[in-house]
Every structure is written in C-alpha cells, then in structure tokens.
C-alpha cells in the first residue's frame, strides 16, 4: 500500500488537483502551490502515518452529525470540482442548526479563492447568525 500512497507525493497528480480545485489558477501559481502541498508528503513518517490512517477506516464521522447541537457555518464554493454541492447541501441538512453560505466563483477552497468574501460570512455569522 506505500506504493499507492506514495502517488501522492506526485507532481502531475497534485498539479491536476491544483487545477480542479482553483479558478483560473496561472501555471507558475501552480507550480507554486504544487510544492507547497506536497510538503508534508516528504516527511520521513508521512507514509507510514498515511497507510496506518487509511486501514483504520479514515475520519468517519457521519454517526456523529447529529450529536453537534450548536450553530453551525457551512460554506462551499460554488464551484467546487472536488466536493459535490449535493454533498455541502447534506451536511446542512444533517447539521440541525446549520446555516448554508455559498461563495460564487470559487471552488473547493473559497477561503484561498475569496478570503474577504469568507472573512465577511463569517463575521455576520458570529454577529447575528450564531445566537
């Protein structure tokens, strides 16, 4: 199984990732954050950690959705190519006091993508949303 997780460490497979989860990202900002994101796959540990995460079944966390009773912030990037929309809407769905923002044009990471746009959720959030 170290052979499989060592794909990770890939840079044509990150760069592909890269481009699925950014808006019109530039080839050298891709490159750029190709080599930081692969950072922690070079740690002498990070196989082995890998392989032992993954046979212990992962985060599985679906039994324990309904046990957060709290206010809760959901929000996706509308274009979002790694997580479905689908899947953002059950979260919200599954979370009894959840609110459900969208950030229009931006993918999985709307927080890199429109760091002000989720800046601003947030606050309104904490101010009027979360009491």
């Not at 044509?12 to 990732?17: N, S, T, Y």
């Not at 530039?26 to 196989?47: I, K, Q």
């Not at 957060?68 to 599954?94: N, Q, T």
Request: proline share 4%; aromatic share 6%.
């Amino acid at each position: 199984m170290n052979c499989q997780v060592s794909l990770l460490k890939s840079i044509p497979l990150r760069l592909i990732a890269n481009k699925l989860t950014f808006n019109q990202l530039s080839l050298a900002r891709n490159l750029e954050w190709t080599n930081v994101g692969r950072l922690h796959c070079l740690l002498p540990w990070w196989e082995d950690t890998t392989v032992s995460f993954m046979k212990s079944g992962g985060y599985n966390v679906i039994s324990q959705i309904k046990q957060v009773k709290h206010r809760a912030l959901v929000i996706a990037g509308e274009d979002d190519r790694i997580i479905r929309f689908k899947d953002a809407v059950r979260l919200h769905c599954e979370l009894p006091n959840a609110v459900l923002r969208v950030i229009t044009d931006s993918g999985h990471l709307p927080h890199v993508d429109s760091p002000a746009s989720v800046s601003k959720l947030i606050t309104h959030f904490v101010l009027h949303d979360c009491c």
